[in-house]
């Protein structure tokens, strides 16, 4: 008795996205260019429209960074910034009695702003494009060996941060921040960096025992979208006419 035959299944190939790996390298490039290289007198208006800009594009790593704790790190760069970062120049304002410098006050306002865009692109691009595709590019522009370093400090991101949660936790428990909270908080680093040592340790010993040489490494192509190079082209030309306009 023949059986039937069944048809071949010819898998689909994986659309091409809008914006690809280069895509939101350019943005992140173009991010960082708005808010170092304009002066004082329009560097807060272009990074209000860049913050916004990347709000659009990476709406899910606007919502990691009004966060309560970034809160509190931005709203505590501003306040240093206005009160040691040149509070004798004039012209002053009086806020709650309180004579401070208006350069200071735009300085320190520039500064946050500049430090939630930097982090805003850099989130969005991380989570955004993949790690490989990084490195790869880096080893085909001549840097070899940096892509695998750039590679192990990002996978001891994660084992960073839950040993970091564990420790914490560990010391919170058996009441280590109570009655010496300063030598607390030193087991805790202590702890951190320690075990940062140990898993970057057993990386470099996992990469000698496969024979890995950064001369032999591998590099992978980045994805390219359909719309990269128009992105690309028409954030070029809005930041120049913006910044020298």
Not at 29 to 34: E, H, K, P, R
Not at 131 to 151: K, N
Not at 188 to 196: G, K, R
Request: with cysteine; proline share 4%.
């Amino acid at each position: 008795m023949l059986k039937q035959a069944h048809p071949t299944v010819i898998p689909l190939s994986t659309p091409k996205p809008l914006i690809g790996s280069l895509g939101h390298m350019g943005i992140f490039l173009w991010a960082l260019g708005m808010v170092l290289i304009p002066s004082l007198s329009r560097g807060i208006l272009l990074a209000l429209f860049t913050l916004g800009t990347l709000a659009l594009i990476y709406p899910n790593a606007l919502q990691r960074l009004a966060r309560l704790r970034w809160l509190v790190i931005f709203g505590s760069l501003f306040l240093i910034n206005v009160f040691f970062g040149g509070s004798n120049q004039a012209p002053y304002w009086t806020v709650l009695g309180v004579s401070l410098s208006s350069t200071a006050i735009l300085n320190g306002l520039q500064m946050t702003l500049r430090a939630a865009v930097i982090l805003l692109a850099a989130d969005g691009l991380s989570s955004s494009v993949n790690i490989i595709e990084v490195a790869g590019l880096l080893e085909r522009s001549g840097l070899c060996g940096l892509g695998f370093s750039i590679g192990v400090a990002t996978n001891l991101l994660p084992d960073l941060r839950q040993s970091g949660m564990n420790a914490w936790h560990s010391l919170r428990m058996r009441g280590g921040f109570r009655a010496q909270w300063w030598r607390g908080f030193q087991l805790l680093v202590i702890t951190v960096f320690s075990n940062a040592l140990r898993h970057a340790e057993q990386i470099v010993l996992a990469a000698e025992v496969r024979a890995f040489h950064p001369e032999l490494s591998r590099s992978s192509l980045l994805r390219i979208g359909a719309l990269d190079w128009w992105l690309i082209g028409g954030l070029s030309i809005l930041g120049i006419f913006l910044i020298f306009g």
